[in-house]
């Protein structure tokens, strides 16, 4: 029996909601394969802050750390923001990012053809489908760099840092990803202002030569974020730095008719993490009303790329993109005819379709 040892953190808001139904998938995963799930829970967010004053226990960072994978609800809540940037819940994301050495997310952004009418989008424009994948540097850039106030002049700073080791690895991995798919990569930047995006520019040039078969282009942060809406299907591997993979992804997710949709998988340490890319929606937390489908499909990117189970990623896959063919929808991604079911059903359908 093979035996993996997973740490769950749920978190915060609809973390619970969300977890629970992708620990109902991985149970019908061990049903259909010799894998053994062993799942520990550990606290991390705003209710770590409640309870021990600190976002990110060394408790869970240490289990994490041991862990074959990790599994992330989602943290924050409006409990929490008056609080110093330190004590914040986020800053637990930042802690497991940096302390796991977490360095490239892999933010996926599929627009499943029957959730076309949840897309806001006009169909000459989205067509039938959508793919992108955007690689976001994680551990470095505004999200790390040194930051303060001063005092005297009543002033704050946030610094955008990078150096070429943490640019070339995060480029390798987008190259290396675009490889399998249609070996387009787009590096987003703001070079026309930014010294740090001229150093991304240099390096992308040199690190591009060791993949001739890959055609690479560069494009500004802000036409970036218009071509997202003008033409989306020119994209296929967009790599870029923390903060704007950030924002393009959440706006990228609202092409896939909804944030409730778009799993993401954190690589590049010893192990990886998973978790939905949306947040903790506290309004509806514990009311059966979150979309799980996000969290889902971070599990199947899990057994990807952490087991190398592709065989059952897939599968898990197919249950959503079935559960979505039968009509079943989540209030986020509900469109008139459809089937409104809760958090619950959903991943009781998505479970029972995995054979
Ligand atoms: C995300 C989130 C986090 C981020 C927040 C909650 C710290 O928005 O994962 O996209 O900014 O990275
Ligand atoms: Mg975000």
């Keep these: 029996m093979n035996t993996k040892n997973i740490v769950v953190i749920e978190g915060d808001g609809i973390g619970p909601d969300i977890v629970a139904e992708s620990i109902k998938v991985l149970r019908k995963i061990e049903e259909i394969s010799d894998i053994k799930f062993n799942f520990s829970y550990y606290e991390a967010g705003g209710i770590a802050i409640d309870k021990y004053g600190n976002p990110l226990p060394k408790e869970t960072l240490d289990a994490c750390k041991k862990a074959d994978a990790v599994i992330l609800g989602a943290v924050g809540g409006p409990k929490w923001d008056d609080l110093e940037g330190n004590k914040r819940p986020e800053k637990a994301l930042l802690g497991l990012r940096g302390g796991l050495g977490l360095f490239a997310n892999l933010r996926p952004a599929i627009l499943h053809r029957q959730l076309k009418d949840a897309c806001p989008l006009k169909e000459k424009i989205i067509g039938d489908s959508l793919d992108i994948m955007i690689v976001r540097e994680l551990t470095s850039g505004i999200y790390f760099g040194k930051r303060g106030r001063n005092v005297a002049d009543k002033s704050a700073y946030d610094t955008m840092y990078y150096n070429e080791e943490e640019i070339e690895r995060i480029l390798r991995v987008g190259f290396d990803i675009s490889l399998s798919r249609d070996k387009k990569v787009c590096v987003v930047d703001k070079a026309n202002i930014l010294e ?48 704007f993979g950030d924002i393009l992804s959440d706006e990228a997710s609202m092409l896939t008719g909804s944030i409730g949709m778009l799993p993401s998988a954190s690589i590049g340490g010893n192990n990886a993490l998973y978790e939905p890319i949306h947040g903790s929606a506290p309004d509806i937390a514990g009311q059966d009303k979150a979309n799980p489908i996000a969290t889902i499909l971070s599990m199947a990117m899990m057994l990807r790329h952490s087991f190398g189970m592709e065989k059952e990623a897939q599968k898990v896959e197919k249950a959503v993109d079935r559960a979505l063919t039968e009509g079943y929808r989540t209030g986020d991604i509900f469109s008139k005819g459809m089937k409104l079911v809760g958090t619950k059903e959903m991943g009781n359908i998505i479970a029972n379709y995995i054979k």
Excluded: G
Aim: glycine letters at 0%.
């Design 196 to 243: 740090s995006s001229r150093l991304w520019r240099e390096v992308t040039k040199r690190v591009a030569k060791d993949y001739s078969d890959v055609e690479y282009t560069f494009l500004y942060v802000d036409n970036a974020a218009m071509q997202l809406v003008r033409n989306p299907k020119q994209f296929d591997v967009i790599i870029t730095s923390n903060m």
